[in-house]
Structures are given as C-alpha cells and as structure tokens.
C-alpha cells in the first residue's frame, strides 16, 4: 500500500527586525503564532520548530510577507497597522482572547497595568489571571503584552528571551513612559 503524505498546513519563516530574527507561523486561518528573537537566528528557528511542530519553513505569501513589514515597522518603532493583521485564535482560551482584545488596543506608547486590563474586561479582581495569560501570549509583539505592566507602573514579568529588558526595549521604542518613576528605574 502506498502511504500518500499529507502537505504541511502550518508554515513559518525567520525575519530580520529592529531587535533581532522573529519568527512568525501562519496558516489558511492568519496568524498562528509569532516569536520575539531568542539569542541567535538559530535559537530563533529552534523555537518556532518546537512550538510549531510539523510546521514547515517557506517562503511567506504576500499577506503574510504584509504582515512582516508591519511588524518590522512597530519594532522600529514606526507608525504601523498591526491591529488589523488576522490572527488565528483557536485554541486559544475564551478569556485569554478578551485580555489579548484590550491589550491589542492599548496604543503604542501608551500602557496599562494588569489590574487596569482587568477592569476592562468587567474583572475587576483578575489582575493575576490577566498576566497568565499575557504570560502565554503566542503573538507578541502584534499583542502588544509588553505595554502592560505591573501595579505601579512597575515592568512587572515577560515571558519572551531576555526578560524584562527586552519588555523595557520594546516600550523604549515606542517612546512610552519615558521619565515616568517606577518604570526604568
């Protein structure tokens, strides 16, 4: 019997930004996940072959190569349109979604803590929730979680390689908060 192999329906790509090699996964649905730079491009790829596994490295389409110039524009901290870029949220929890939702709308340069999301979504008390799951955020930085930040505008955590240095870079960027105590102390 011949064994007929069925085409990758996930696919990925490395791309060079502002801050290092990103990654970014796509299928017939958008965006299925993006990734910040790990220590080297081939960390890089290393990364986006365990959280995507089967997925197969190609060239990215025009919708997607659209979505990479947005990316790298943010990144460069220039004007950009990466909340309309369709991301692919199955399988991604009802309330993770919501919190990506406010998140998403916070505009560059601007933040809001855990709490303040929380508040927003009608959960007053769900601050920590609220940071789990920008903690499991797998679209960062199109979800921009690094412009949330803990109680008194503190960095609070960040889940992507470097830390609260890379989240401190990525609002650097963006011109936020800039002198403002607490934040870049």
């Known amino acids: 019997m011949m064994r007929v192999?069925?085409?990758?329906?996930?696919?990925?790509?490395?791309?060079?930004?502002?801050?290092?090699?990103?990654?970014?996964?796509?299928?017939?649905?958008g965006i299925c996940g993006l990734q910040l730079p790990e220590a080297d491009a081939a960390q890089t790829r290393a990364r986006m072959q365990q959280r995507f596994a089967g997925a197969c490295e190609a060239l990215p389409d025009q919708a997607v190569?659209?979505?990479?110039?947005?990316?790298?524009?943010?990144?460069r901290g220039e004007p950009n349109e990466v909340d309309g870029l369709a991301l692919d949220m199955r399988g991604v929890p009802d309330f993770h979604q919501r919190v990506y939702a406010v998140a998403r709308a916070i505009p560059p340069g601007q933040?809001?803590?855990?709490?303040?999301?929380?508040?927003?979504?009608?959960?007053?008390?769900?601050?920590?929730?609220?940071?789990?799951?920008?903690?499991?955020?797998?679209?960062?930085?199109?979800?921009?979680?690094h412009r949330v930040l803990?109680?008194?505008?503190?960095?609070?955590?960040?889940?992507?390689?470097?830390?609260?240095?890379?989240?401190?870079?990525?609002?650097?960027?963006?011109?936020?908060?800039?002198?403002?105590?607490?934040?870049?102390?």
């Not at 069925?6 to 996964?25: N, Q, S």
């Not at 190569?65 to 990144?75: D, G, K, N, P």
């Not at 855990?114 to 499991?136: D, S």
């Not at 989240?167 to 870049?184: D, H, N, S, V, Y």
């Open 5 to 29: 192999s069925t085409p990758p329906t996930r696919f990925f790509a490395l791309f060079d930004t502002a801050v290092g090699a990103c990654g970014i996964a796509w299928g017939e649905a």
């Open 65 to 75: 190569q659209a979505a990479v110039r947005h990316i790298s524009a943010m990144l």
């Open 111 to 145: 933040t809001l803590t855990y709490g303040e999301v929380a508040a927003r979504l009608g959960e007053p008390g769900a601050a920590r929730a609220v940071g789990q799951a920008l903690g499991r955020n797998p679209f960062a930085p199109v979800v921009p979680c």
């Open 150 to 185: 803990a109680a008194g505008d503190k960095p609070g955590g960040f889940s992507a390689s470097g830390g609260i240095r890379t989240k401190l870079r990525l609002l650097i960027i963006e011109g936020a908060m800039r002198g403002t105590p607490g934040l870049f102390d």
